[in-house]
């Protein structure tokens, strides 16, 4: 399954699009017409490794929000820092 993974977040990364992959999920930043194509030629991609494609489609639309891919994250760690940190379980 890896080599079908590897050429679809080949295409989210050839996209130019602010994008980001962990374990589960490859995440894209943008307008819905480029985002929604990009999706279409990663799915085109992973169907050449079968007849059959699985995706998961989550969106947050924000309008006259950009940047957000990295800003959600930074708010967050800001947060934890006024809060003093991480303080685990007791």
């Known amino acids: 399954m890896h080599d ?3 050429a679809a977040v080949a295409v989210v990364r050839e996209s130019g699009l602010p994008n980001h992959t962990d374990s589960m999920f490859t995440t894209i930043e943008g307008e819905w017409d480029e985002v929604m194509a990009v999706v279409k030629h990663a ?3 992973v169907s050449r490794y079968g007849s059959r494609v699985s995706l998961v489609l989550k969106a947050d639309i924000r309008p006259g929000f950009s940047s957000e891919l990295t800003g959600k994250v930074e708010r967050l ?3 934890i820092e006024e809060m003093g940190g991480f303080q685990g379980h007791s």
């Open 4 to 6: 079908a993974v590897a």
């Open 77 to 79: 760690e800001k947060a």
């Open 43 to 45: 799915t085109e991609a």
